[in-house]
């Protein structure tokens, strides 16, 4: 690991929160723990973390309202929910306040680790991909995929790493189907019901800040992936 990955880890169980913090610390990672939401906020602002990983269910404040206050003032910072639901409705209404991913609780750190790095755009994938392009015209827009953002006449979207690697692969295969089991090996290092779940919110993300050009689509081929179409 060549720079330092700070975390915020805002996790009301102690004893779980003490595992993830010395495991992390035993691969490089630097840890600051905060027992609720509230810490959480005053200890974000303080230390200004690469990355948050915060559990939903906390007393004083849940993990989904810190995320709603901080998204108000910071929108690029990667965040991480940890929690024991596992309703669809729960995971979207964590990725429609401002999360980029969701770990189901029980989890395996090697799989916490994969999930921070790949947040911060470090995950190896698991293929490589030799294409230098990074420019793309997708109707009106114009989709850098370097610089994270989505311009629409002036308008620019930022978007997350996520966002931003599956709309790259969209590109890379207009007008085919992009695997979405190779999507998901490669963004989420694994193919589990729940993270197609995950998958499947980040598409309806993705439409919504396309949906100025009518033209544009993102169309979902039963069981196979996904296909961006813009004639």
């Known amino acids: 690991m060549d720079k330092i990955i700070n975390v915020l880890l805002v996790e009301d169980e102690e004893t779980l929160a003490l595992i993830i913090k010395d495991t992390l610390e035993g691969q490089g ?11 959480g906020l005053r200890l ?14 906390m007393p004083r404040m849940d993990g989904f309202e810190m995320v709603r206050r901080i998204r108000k003032t910071d929108r690029q910072t990667p965040v991480l ?18 999360g980029n991913d969701y770990l189901k609780k029980p989890f395996g750190m090697q799989e916490l680790i994969v999930r921070i790095k790949a947040l911060l ?11 230098t392009e990074h420019i793309f015209e997708i109707g009106q827009y114009v989709f850098d995929s370097q610089k994270q953002t989505l311009t629409y006449t002036g308008l620019v979207q930022e978007l997350s ?11 890379l295969n207009r007008d085919q189907v ?7 090996l490669d963004l989420w290092g694994d193919d589990t019901f729940f993270n197609q779940r995950s998958l499947h919110v980040f598409i309806t993300k993705l439409r919504h800040k ?22």
């Open 44 to 57: 974000f602002a303080q230390e200004k973390p690469d990355v948050l990983v915060a559990d939903v269910m």
């Open 29 to 39: 990672f630097r840890i600051r723990l905060a027992k609720d939401g509230e810490e």
């Open 210 to 231: 396309l949906a100025k050009d009518e033209r544009i689509r993102i169309v979902n081929v039963r069981g196979i992936g996904y296909k961006l179409i813009d004639n």
């Open 121 to 131: 755009g470090r995950a190896c994938p698991t293929r490589p991909d030799t294409s």
């Open 178 to 184: 992009t695997d979405m089991r190779q999507l998901l």
């Open 161 to 171: 790493y996520r966002e931003s690697e599956i709309l790259r692969r969209l590109c």
């Open 81 to 98: 929910f940890l929690t024991a639901r596992s309703s669809v409705n729960d995971v979207v209404e964590g990725f429609e306040l401002g």
